[in-house]
């Protein structure tokens, strides 16, 4: 027990010096901690943490693309701003419960209107979730903007994203640690942000291209209220093939 003062000292202890705690119930909180808290839970590090903030290789959570199948439900998120607007489209499993994220748009220095026409090409039935703060703006903007987009112009169909940072990106880093959210391999600027996104040495998100790992984020947090099927009429054809730009 290494002296501070006279009065003080320093203990450092881990999980291994925890009598209480078998390997059994150690694997099970390992795999539920995140990795720039592991060495602090298990080894006492007092240590913020730096690095990738989803460590997981690519490899294990992409997949080939495949037709969507007709009965799952979709949804999407937008991360909006002038310099880039990005959304990630995501559809699940019925039989799973496991969410794909199968297309993405990524565009900067356009309007809305353009933005949004992208949007709906891939379908004006599916409902999105979009950062109520628009991005770093003031709440009130953000909020004119939102309207903008679910105006007459736009038209899209959007709703508040959940915005809760430190749940949020625990929840999908374990999402993707236990195969409950995948990506098709096509998604070439999914992969480009998830590749450099990661902690400072203070342990602080780096806010930089990440329009698509918000956007994730969002979608995950706030699935249950957007996942949807197209509703079926006589002459809809919603359901008669899958989505032919999957993956683009």
Not at 37 to 50: I, N, Q
Not at 210 to 235: E, F, I, N, Q
Request: charged share 20%; hydrophobic share 40%.
């Amino acid at each position: 027990m290494p002296e501070i003062s006279p009065s003080k000292y320093s203990v450092q202890a881990g999980w291994s010096d925890v009598p209480h705690l078998d390997a059994k119930t150690q694997a099970e909180l390992l795999a539920a901690t995140p990795p720039w808290l592991r060495d602090a839970r298990t080894k006492g590090e007092p240590s913020m943490g730096a690095g990738a903030i989803y460590p997981i290789p690519l490899s294990d959570i992409e997949v080939d693309p495949f037709p969507i199948g007709k009965f799952w439900k979709r949804g999407y998120a937008l991360d909006v701003g002038w310099n880039r607007t990005a959304a990630i489209w995501g559809a699940q499993d019925p039989s799973t419960g496991v969410i794909y994220l199968y297309a993405e748009h990524y565009q900067g220095q356009q309007l809305p209107i353009v933005h949004a026409a992208a949007i709906r090409a891939r379908g004006p039935w599916i409902r999105g979730c979009i950062d109520p703060a628009a991005r770093g703006r003031a709440q009130r903007d953000g909020e004119k903007l939102i309207s903008e987009y679910m105006g007459d112009t736009c038209n899209l169909k959007l709703i508040s994203a959940i915005n809760e940072v430190s749940t949020g990106l625990e929840q999908v880093w374990q999402a993707f640690a236990t195969g409950r959210l995948k990506i098709f391999k096509t998604l070439q600027h999914f992969k480009m942000e998830y590749r450099v996104y990661r902690r400072d040495e203070h342990g602080a998100v780096v806010k930089k291209n990440d329009h698509l790992m918000d956007g994730t984020r969002y979608l995950w947090m706030t699935w249950d209220k957007v996942a949807s099927l197209p509703s079926v009429g006589p002459t809809s054809t919603a359901f008669l093939a899958a989505d032919s730009r999957a993956g683009m």
